[in-house]
């Protein structure tokens, strides 16, 4: 187990173990390089120097970097010739790394340190006795650093300085005890991804711009489909910045096929439409539906049963109402994996429905669709093959870093009508190469940012059956949590029965509320127990999750697992954490 | 200067500069050290070894590394104890990396070696002697390599030669000689501020879980009001993926500003709506128009000068016009810094109109906002302070990597009535912190990437004098390229007059045409000489121009600089380019 700051440096202790009491080792090495003669040993010497052990964080009397550099320089050859030894950052500013005339050895010399400093942080990420986050409240934390722009530049040691900081106060979003969001988790291979989407600096819109990746976005979203079910893998789908704006894709697609005039008439020009989705979907149906003048009034929300799933016959009854009333069902949004309690939406039952009143079927999947790749749970999500639009998130379940999100749809060409705009500056008719790789115009967005070189380098690096296996994980941790709970004093399930997904809700209880009659005064002090533990929690910083109130349940916590790195203990933990924190309210 | 392939490696052999032909040094240093005794040349031999030379590219009968390890661990001394020896990527899977149990070894090794390519990339995009691009067709390039997902994984060696190879098709956006598009150039402290944020992995929607960032996004929206000029830099804002969604947000508001009913009632309930922009504008308002139910027939075009700028008149006739027939004028997106011609709208008039008429004044400055903190060229903007909504993408002039953009409101609490769900999941009202932090429900997405820090960082890293300079440079090159060309032979201006931004727009005319008289032959003829240039251009890969067709005119190049790297012999090299590649047709 490598401890705090120490374990980048493993690599070069004598045995390959962390070693943060002797933090001299290559600067030994160094001083034993130094005797050797004709300039070898400050060759080694300057070789060795890139690997020498640096504190976690600086006493602050003096920039590690420059102490250090200070010992190696003072070597018995005068002048040194150390390459690294003219290196220091305190001296250094933006402007001496590329693309400026002898910019590439500081700017190496920067960029490594930097890499040092993420891959300390990543190590970090996944130790247990480390915190998932040293809270301060907005008003200390703006006070405990300077975080002001200014006129003038500060030198690369203090750009340093400003990163090991921001890292300081950071969540550690990868710790195995970080339980907060849908998204948890830090993937290694699509971190490293991340880093080259970062260095590539590039944008999705044309096939002359990002050839691979838009190669790779039309070989993923194809793989996507084909797991949906839709046959060859035919149809069409994006990138997009998250499950909301997928979502909002599908409600602009479905209206433009149900209305094509709408695009340059706009909603005046048509019937008043209705939306359809359930009471525990997400809020970005709503907030869709505001945004593309639709107005959330024309967003029904259909009943669910006790366990969250929609009521089919009760969406047939508002759709039927709907039509009464003159208005024109549009769209009906199901979700497979709702944010609360994970619940799976009747997926063929809804599809019957749609059909019938030839309505476009949505399925939001942000939080399911990872379930697609496991042959143990896509049965939860049958009859998606019968949708016309799919939002999958790949960065929730399938552990893509942020932000990975895709939207499917069945019909191809219809993203390119719905929204193109022709911008001759981009979309040049006459260039030299199959236009149809010039994707950019089926989108919202002008600039998009590259999404899925994370998704495909971990497809290929884990298989499909990786990713099953560490779903299968996940869901298997929930019911872990589900079965030490359902039965233990001073818990109470919000729902009966195993969890679908692996959002497992309940309520803690503290003892002085066991002996309580169930009634409004009862209720009202249970409301308060969550928001105390979690701020507990939170000032403590040992792990963290989630809790809301949902209808008429007042604030529960809502366990979700989404990071392959959690464990039978770590669940074990968050209770006896909860207990340690809630026992005496 | 680094040769493809060595930079890297110029820090580790003997006078800091690349040797291409000498690749063996470090491993030779490596054989050296093999002959101390008591253990040390192991020692220094692991330490020296993760600096070991590598090829650009495998030759592809074995791995690189393996071949290279084995050499290594051929020492005297058996059981060989180099801390690396055991690290063989071919024989380790993405389940070896953390958080597996005894992962830290493999995934530090792993992420270094990463970083090796992305470094080696990085020297390579500033080399002159490297192609921009390595073009292939689509079709080529999809069978030259395996790009499909399987359900079994790829070994560690397989996921770094893929890297690789996603690297080596992809354009160098930062090199000195691509100009095609408006956002160009690698920032090494952006970039190393882009990794930081992917190794922090986390979402902007609350405090909770982005206490840093959200405070940073807070402090930079903050300085960039405060330059825009609006008092105390008092107002509202957020950064969105890309400047269609930030002029998509300001239509949005505009519209809520006027009509709050339309939140839930939607276009249904209120009058029509009419926004205006010019000819030249973006079409991004369109677009936006078009998702927004508001319709593209009611975005008027209004007309512009011979250089680009909307005419204030026409925007008045047309006003009065709409308000003739009853509409309502609701939105008018003045552009400073067109995308072809780089033109400014004349804001201050605008600005009397909007407020003659009581219409929001949004100033689309996604291209030309970086001007603001130059002394020299800030007044092109001004009048900039009297809108009511500015876009302003730092991921174009001000050299930020992709995606930055800024929507900034003056009015605040605005973006949030209009936006806001209150999703109870994600923000509790009985949080233990000031809740005003929690700013996720302002913003149309849900989840939201972290795209200040690269903003931020590079800031504190510049200064604002920093951005000064580097803007100040690129507006000067493009004064020099439009010297160069007014008056060459075999040049024609599409618009006369010095460029007020980078854009510098013209026609080659290769000898055959030159003598032609000036009628739709010669235009026709013309029209085909850029995309043929263009295409050769590619398939050459030195540097990258964009091209296309406006209104009357026929296919011209449009010059853009934004990367600080470009210097007058790159404009030079340009030049002579388009001349060797175009002078026979």
Redesign the interface.
């Known amino acids: 187990m ?1 401890s705090p700051g120490s ?2 440096w ?3 202790s ?1 045995n ?1 173990s962390a070693d943060p009491e002797n933090p001299g080792t ?1 600067r030994a ?1 160094c001083q ?2 130094q005797k050797f003669t004709g300039g ?1 040993g400050n ?2 010497c ?3 120097y ?2 020498a052990e640096k504190p976690a964080e600086s006493d602050g009397s003096e920039p590690w970097r420059v102490a250090a550099r200070k010992a190696v320089c003072a070597c018995e050859q005068k002048p040194c010739s150390c ?1 690294n030894a003219d290196v220091d950052f305190a001296l250094l ?3 001496d ?3 400026a005339c002898e ?3 500081p ?2 010399a ?3 340190d ?2 040092d ?3 300390q ?3 970090k990420s ?1 130790d247990r006795s480390t915190k998932v986050i040293d ?5 200390e ?2 006070q405990e650093y300077n ?8 030198n ?1 040691e ?2 340093l300085m ?2 090991r900081t ?2 300081k ?3 550690k ?2 710790h ?1 005890r970080y339980f ?2 849908l ?1 948890t988790g ?4 699509g ?13 999705m819109f044309t ?6 990746f ?3 976005e039309y ?2 979203l194809k ?1 996507m489909r084909e797991i949906i079910g839709w046959p060859g893998g035919s149809g069409d789908g994006i990138f997009s ?5 997928s979502n ?1 894709y599908a409600m ?1 697609i479905a ?1 433009f096929k149900t209305f094509p005039e ?8 048509i019937p ?1 439409l209705i939306a359809f989705t359930s009471e525990h979907s ?3 149906l ?2 869709g ?10 967003v029904i929300l259909i009943k669910c049963d006790e366990r969250g799933k929609m009521i089919p016959s009760d969406l047939e009854r508002r759709i039927l109402e709907a039509k009464q009333n003159g208005f024109v069902p549009f769209l009906v949004s199901a979700t497979a994996g709702t ?2 309690y994970g619940a799976f939406d009747p997926l063929l039952a809804i599809a019957d429905i749609c059909k019938k009143y030839k309505i476009w079927m949505h399925v939001d999947a942000a939080w399911g669709g990872g379930l697609l790749v496991s042959q143990k749970h896509k049965w939860k999500l049958s009859g998606v093959e019968r949708a016309n639009s799919v939002t999958w998130n790949p ?1 929730k379940m399938m552990g893509v ?3 990975c ?1 895709a939207l499917l749809v069945r019909e191809e060409g219809l993203m390119q009508s ?2 193109q ?6 979309f ?1 008719q ?5 236009l149809s ?1 010039d994707t950019g115009d089926k989108a ?7 999404d899925v ?1 994370k998704l ?11 990713f099953e296996a560490q779903i299968d994980k996940c869901l298997e941790l929930a019911e872990y949590l589900y079965n030490i709970i359902k039965n233990r004093e001073g818990y109470e399930m919000v729902f009966d029965g195993k969890p679908q997904h692996t959002n497992v809700c309940f309520w803690y209880v503290p003892p002085s509320l066991r002996t309580l009659e169930d009634n409004e005064e009862r209720m009202s002090r249970l409301s ?1 127990v969550a ?1 105390v533990i ?2 507990r929690m ?1 000032e403590y910083g040992a792990t963290m999750v ?5 209808g008429d349940k007042v ?1 529960f916590f ?1 366990m979700v697992i989404s990071n ?2 959690a464990t039978h203990q770590d669940i074990d933990f968050l209770i006896e954490e909860i207990e340690r924190l809630g026992q005496d309210l």
């Not at 975080?147 to 500060?154: F, I």
């Not at 539906?289 to 024309?298: F, K, P, W």
């Not at 705009?421 to 981009?426: D, F, I, N, R, V």
Request: charged share 15%.
């Open positions: 490598a374990g980048f493993s690599f070069v004598e390959g290559a090495w034993v390089a070898i060759k080694l300057a070789l060795l890139r690997d390459p500013h933006a402007t790394l590329l693309p910019g590439e050895r700017t190496l920067f960029l490594q930097v890499m400093i993420l891959l942080y990543v190590v996944f809270f301060h409240y907005p008003n934390l703006l975080w002001e722009l200014a006129d003038q530049p500060q690369l203090e750009i400003n990163c921001t890292l106060y950071a969540i979003t990868g195995p907060n969001q998204s830090l993937d290694m291979v971190l490293a991804a991340d880093w080259l989407t970062s260095t590539a600096n590039t944008n096939y002359e711009i990002a050839p691979v838009v190669l790779l070989v993923t793989k910045p998250g499950g909301a704006i909002m602009l209206r709408v695009k340059e008439k706009g909603m005046a020009a008043r997400h809020f970005s709503k907030k539906a505001a945004a593309l003048g639709i107005g959330t009034d024309s944010t609360v960065h870093p942020l932000q999100s719905c929204n705009m022709h911008a001759s500056y981009l040049q006459d260039k030299h190469y199959d790789y919202l967005q002008c600039g998009r940012h590259v070189f495909w380098l971990m497809w290929r690096a884990k298989g499909t059956t990786g308060k928001p979690k701020a939170m989630s809790y809301q109130p949902l604030n809502r392959p790195a």
